[in-house]
């Protein structure tokens, strides 16, 4: 009897250690010289080693490895990694090209990009569904993403790192603290308006808002614009020349964007403006009247209320809505700001 026990209990030892040697990894290690393609992932094996697509898979593209273009060839274009992790480290790449033809499309993940990690140009996060919902989350803590970068849906953070020209989210939760994003970047568009807040990091010029959101920080570049129906408040950052809030014959009206300042002091035409703590001021002077603020966060802020457009020049169109609030200064230096005022135009961008 116990030598039957014995060759028993060496079977089932046997027939585990099997089981776990066949088991599908939880982690995919891309390395110097390798590239993970789309066919290793619909095969679910990469060296050698079989892996399952799902949230519980991490892939590590580390230093000289590459994961390859994931594009499906008809629709929806984007590569469904079911939830998993992809991790860009230093050296990492994700390949990808200009033009719709190479671009790397990829949704339904988690995606980290590091110090000294790159990303080619064209790159698309998201767009996994016929419906065009999706739900991938990015984060970028360094590194460097091409030009004509988009996102569809989910939620993005940027800490650091650059992107280049031409980049836009749609229907993405978008927040900036650090880093650098080229011209004409485009944020808050898309099916479903999700909000944006800015509060550091480098925005080239020509950025635009088709969304709701809030920049309390940070460089923004010449030509901002607040397109109809977004929603933009400022309560900090430095800004460059020409801000537009355009207006739109929709065929059913004439809608225009709204511009919301934070302020702890404000003057039209250098006369000081009562303001009431907490309630909001529609201005509605238009004619090039200019009007100068200290913004919440102490810094000083002009713009010249052209309600038509001349080129480098603001315009607020007289259909666009410009409020002003009153908040309490951060600190008794920003009475310092306000008494300087006409001296101190808003910041521009070098």
Known sequence: MSVRILSASRFLVAAALAASSSAASAQVVVGDGQT??????????????????????VIDINAGGAMGNLSNPGWPPSFDLAGATVNVNRGGTIQSGPGFGGSHYSGNSTLNIFDGAAV???????????SLVSMPNMTMYGGEVGDDMRMFGGTFVMLGGSIGDGAGTDGTTFTMTGGTIGDRFTTGTGFFLQPFAISGGIIGD?????GWGTISGGVVGADLMVDRLARLSISGGAFGSGIHVPAYDTGEGIVGGTLNLLVTALLIDGTPITLTPGETLQVSQRGGALLEATLADGSPFEIVLNDTRIQGQDHISSHARLTVMLVPAPNAAALLVFGG???????RCS
Not at 51 to 57: A, D, S, V, W
Not at 120 to 130: D, K, M, N, R, Y
């Open 36 to 57: 993970l393609t789309r066919a290793d992932l619909l095969a679910g094996v990469f060296n050698g080693l079989p892996f399952t697509l799902g949230p519980n898979l």
């Open 120 to 130: 080619g140009a064209a790159f698309v996060q998201g767009l996994t569904s016929p």
């Open 206 to 210: 020509e950025l635009r808002i088709t």
């Open 341 to 347: 005022i006409l001296a101190a135009r808003r910041r």
